[in-house]
């Protein structure tokens, strides 16, 4: 019995080397196939985002995507030429392809490691275990790692092409959600929207007046815009008369303060424009129930127009940047003594309702004229004025 219990044993012992002989084989083939399907495939997400982007933005990418579209859509003897341009650009870009793919890997790897150095020094370094000494040189290590990790950050952005967003950096007017213009003159803010679409001058307006402020007020309406998302990116042109220069610094100062405290400086712009000084002036003439300019050009010849001049002219002269404090001088003849009054009313009434009439004079005169019967017919020029 014992003879075949032993015999039996060695049975079961010999199965078992066999089995154990078949599954290292097919342990190490298993784990050849999972380094084949990990050299295939990025399954980190975060690497493989990053990964796509940079193929994406390689300059031989675009430069083959710009020579196919050239050889699709040309004819003649160039479409060879360009074919053939093509396929020398496809052949750089996927020599490109895998280096950009490994200089990827390896400085992600490098980061990510980093991550963790400076993640256990961290907690090394707020250990009640820890000694100040050493505290001190974990500060100094963590320095260390932290240059080397902005260093690796920067080797990133160099291969994946990519300029990082900065604080308060200067973006594309088509990408801003809000754009404000305060005119600082004297104590008060004078404050715009834009309108859409934007425009990279300051040649073309196309403004909503909101309203004349205290610097306070113009604080607190840029506190509650960059509370909802839905408003950045913002961009802020601060102009300034020469006499509001103190309070175009501060609110400079305060705007900037306000977006950092809001954690949105990567979604912001601020910016001091130049300073216009004095008063700017507006002289009209109006003889024979029409209106003139102080170029001597005749701004309106029918009735109708009259109605324009009021409703556009006047609002572009007292509802913009840069056109406060503004003094109007109208001169009329006895004929158009009625005209003239209905001008100073407009003027008048355009500016109580956007709440700038302390920034806006008017004086008016009466004055005859005599205009030479040939200038006349041209509607306009050789004025002569003789004040009464």
């Not at 012992?13 to 050299?39: K, N």
């Not at 080397?148 to 801003?176: C, G, N, Q």
């Not at 008369?241 to 175009?248: D, F």
């Not at 001088?329 to 001008?343: N, W």
């Amino acid at each position: 019995m014992g003879s075949e219990l032993k015999k039996a044993s060695v049975c079961i012992s010999c199965l078992c080397l066999m089995l154990a002989g078949l599954a290292i084989p097919a342990a190490a083939e298993g784990q050849r196939e999972s380094i084949l399907e990990r050299v295939q495939v990025i399954e980190d997400p975060e690497l493989g985002e990053l990964v796509r982007i940079a193929l994406a933005n390689l300059l031989e990418t675009k430069e083959a995507a710009r020579l196919y579209r050239a050889w699709r859509e040309t004819g003649g003897p160039q479409r060879e030429d360009y074919r053939k341009q093509y396929e020398a650009a496809r052949t750089r870009e996927q020599e490109k392809k895998p280096k950009v793919v490994r200089a990827i890997t390896e400085t992600y790897v490098q980061i990510k490691l980093l991550d963790t150095q400076i993640e256990q020094i961290d907690k090394k370094i707020v250990s009640g275990k820890t000694s100040e000494a050493i505290r001190a040189e974990l500060i100094l290590a963590r320095a260390e790692l932290e240059a080397k990790r902005m260093t690796k950050l920067a080797e990133l952005r160099e291969i994946m092409s990519i300029v990082p967003k900065h604080a308060f950096a200067r973006k594309p007017v088509e990408a801003l959600n809000s754009w404000l213009a305060l005119d600082v003159i004297g104590d008060f803010v004078y404050m715009f929207n834009y309108r859409r679409p934007y425009y990279e001058t300051y040649d073309y307006y196309d403004t909503e007046a909101v309203r004349l402020m205290p610097g306070e007020a113009a604080i607190e309406h840029i506190r509650d815009l960059i509370k909802e998302d839905h408003h950045l990116p913002l961009r802020v042109d601060i102009f300034r008369h020469e006499s509001g220069l103190k309070l175009s610094e501060e609110l400079h100062k305060d705007i900037i303060e306000v977006i950092k405290g809001a954690k949105a400086e990567l979604e912001a712009e601020v910016y001091v424009r130049e300073t216009h000084g004095g008063v700017d002036g507006s002289e009209y003439f109006v003889m024979q129930g029409k209106i003139y300019d102080s170029e001597n050009n005749l701004r309106r010849d029918e009735p109708e127009d009259e109605r324009r001049f009021f409703e556009s002219s006047i609002p572009h002269l007292v509802g913009l940047p840069r056109r406060l404090p503004r003094k109007f001088i109208i001169k009329h003849d006895t004929e158009s003594k009625d005209l003239a009054a209905r001008m100073v009313e407009a003027i008048e009434a355009k500016a109580k309702e956007l709440g700038v009439e302390r920034f806006v004079e008017i004086e008016q005169e009466e004055t005859e004229f005599e205009i030479p019967e040939e200038e006349a017919r041209r509607g306009g020029g050789g004025r002569r004025a003789s004040r009464r």
